[in-house]
């Protein structure tokens, strides 16, 4: 029976493997397993000479001693049970430990000490080493992964793209190099304007437009906000936003942008106190921390951790509201610290029901509480104010449409692919698919005029009657995306039905691409 040989190191080691090429895939695997030594939980990752990962199965292509595989082993889940007992301890209930020796510590001594913080960080770099291949489940190298659809898969609520340590640390230090440069006037003007561009911008550098933002709203003064804490405070932000395609540090800053751009726009320092100012600012700052790509049905439907602990409430925004509150607990980030602890009451309270408005199953609730209030609208009002702050928000948090066509178009890319990967999970899992994920069946125009008439619109021109100048600003740039998308679905429709009459005209017998097909236009070209 023809077999195959595979060439590959291991360790550095050079070893051969040979197998039939009708060998069972768990075969390959287990071969590769025995070779790299590897106990059964471990993950094993094959690298061909391009550095790319490839599958361990039958189907992996020969090679030659030259053209060498290299073979690695990493560990696996560091939670689940039978991980548990091969490691000796459990890594969660370790991290609480340390939590509630941290909080003893600090309440008896009021400061932590530098051992526990080195104790925390050993912890914490070990858990990222853990977790940092957990991505690959796809590639079934997890045994687990396939088994019974019915019940969630044990890595879905840790399949987070959280931050590499390393790239932290450096984009910490550029953060503080350049924070101590003079932003130029003309960057502070356009700062303030909804036509700003995010993706000129660097991580550092879009640290220092946030600190820029506190400072021109004199946040740094009237609340009396230390600089190194607003620094600390910034960086602990981006530390807890992670790389995923669409709820990442980048949109953190676009909503954040867009909230401050609506402050100046509307001359709202002008009608309500600078603490609501604060709230809404910092809201925005913190309303996606910790978001992890999948939503809250998914969140419910996969029975996570954040659908547990919340009882299905609000899953995520409850839990991106708790990180920035965890992240305040720390004095040398917490930029209320100066504050009176009445003052302090009234901003949590603020945060909270801003981060919680975000929750777009809440949209029609909301947006009819403010259209109810609006002919009375009374800025002396905490109930009206409050309603506004959270239309605001929501505003800022999908506001993508309102921006220049060249800088929204590349965040619907980012949005879809994140919504694939969670649909492309939920079919893997057995799940319910979110059918506005799905992407046999969204298409760029699909999701986005209905999206921008149903939802956009609607939200937009309300806050446009309170605010009129707001007009030419957000709504005018979104009714402009609504005929670019609607003009690029009536180009996908054109071109299906040339397709379908392009092929009844080709005889049966006739064999390659019809001519006249009709190369696919910006406008059309797929995803
Ligand atoms: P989030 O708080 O998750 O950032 O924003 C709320 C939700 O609104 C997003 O998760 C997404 O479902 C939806 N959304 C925001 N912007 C857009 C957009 O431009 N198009 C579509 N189709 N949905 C959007
Ligand atoms: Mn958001």
């Keep these: 029976m023809a077999s195959k040989i595979i060439y590959f190191t291991v360790n550095g080691r050079p070893e051969q493997a040979e197998f039939p090429i009708d060998c069972p895939a768990q075969d390959v695997k287990d071969l590769f397993r025995a070779a790299a030594e590897a106990g059964p939980h471990d993950i094993l990752k094959l690298y061909n000479t391009k550095g790319n990962i490839i599958n361990i199965s039958p189907q992996l292509a020969p090679n030659s001693p030259h053209s060498c595989y ?27 430990r340390l939590q509630s020796l941290e909080k003893r510590i600090l ?16 912890v914490e770099s070990f858990r990222e080493k853990l977790e940092s291949v957990e991505h690959l489940s796809w590639l079934g190298l997890f045994k687990n992964m396939s088994e019974g659809t019915h019940k969630p898969s044990p890595f879905y609520h840790k399949r987070t793209l959280r931050k590499a340590r390393e790239e932290c640390v450096h984009v910490r230090e550029q953060f503080i190099q350049m924070s101590s440069l003079e932003v130029s006037e003309e960057v502070r003007q356009y700062l303030k304007k909804p036509t700003f561009d995010n993706w000129q911008w660097e991580d550092a550098e879009i640290m220092v437009l946030l600190q820029v933002m506190y400072t021109d709203l004199d946040f740094i003064s009237t609340f009396n906000i230390e600089l190194d804490v607003l620094q600390q405070f910034l960086y602990e932000v981006y530390r807890r936003y992670n790389n995923i395609p669409f709820h990442n540090f980048k949109h953190c800053f676009c909503v954040t942008q867009m909230m401050y751009g609506l402050i100046w726009l509307t001359d709202l320092r002008n009608k309500i106190d600078s603490i609501d100012l604060l709230i809404m600012l910092t809201s925005a700052v913190c309303h996606d921390l910790d978001h992890t790509g999948y939503n809250n049905a998914y969140q419910i439907n996969a029975r996570t951790e954040l659908a547990l602990r919340y009882n299905d409430i609000s899953p ?39 981060i919680l408005a975000t929750d777009m199953t809440r949209h029609i609730e909301i947006l009819t509480k403010f259209k109810t209030i609006l002919p009375v609208f009374d ?3 905490k109930d009206h104010r409050d309603v506004l702050m959270m239309i605001m928000i929501k505003v800022s948090d999908i506001s993508n449409e309102a921006r220049p066509m060249d800088v929204a178009e590349p965040w619907l890319d980012c949005l879809l692919q994140e919504f694939f990967n969670q649909s492309d999970m939920e079919k893997l899992e057995g799940l319910p698919v979110t059918p506005f994920m799905d992407r046999d069946k ?14 956009l619109l609607p939200l937009f021109i309300e806050l446009a009657n309170l605010f009129p100048s707001l007009e030419q600003h957000i709504i005018d740039p979104v009714r402009k995306a609504l005929d670019y998308y609607t003009e690029m679905g009536k180009a996908v429709e054109r071109e299906k039905q040339n397709r379908v009459q392009s092929e009844k005209m080709i005889k049966p017998s006739t064999s390659g691409q019809p001519e006249g097909h009709p190369e696919p236009s910006r406008a059309t070209k797929p995803l």
Aim: aromatic share 8%; hydrophobic share 40%.
């Design 442 to 455: 969204v298409t760029k125009p699909s999701s986005q005029t209905g999206f921008i008439r149903f939802v």
């Design 316 to 354: 995520l925004e409850n839990h991106h509201c708790a990180v920035a509150f965890e992240i305040l607990e720390k004095t040398e980030c917490n930029i209320f610290r100066n504050l009176s602890m009445e003052q302090f009451k009234r901003i949590r309270e603020g945060i909270i029901k801003c």
């Design 379 to 381: 800025f002396s009002n």
């Design 70 to 96: 290299k073979l690695k082993v990493v560990a696996a889940d560091c939670n689940s049970a039978e991980l548990v007992d091969d490691l000796g301890f459990d890594l969660s209930s370790l991290e609480k």
């Design 107 to 122: 309440t008896e001594a009021a400061e932590t000490p530098v051992i526990v913080y080195e104790m925390k960080r050993q």
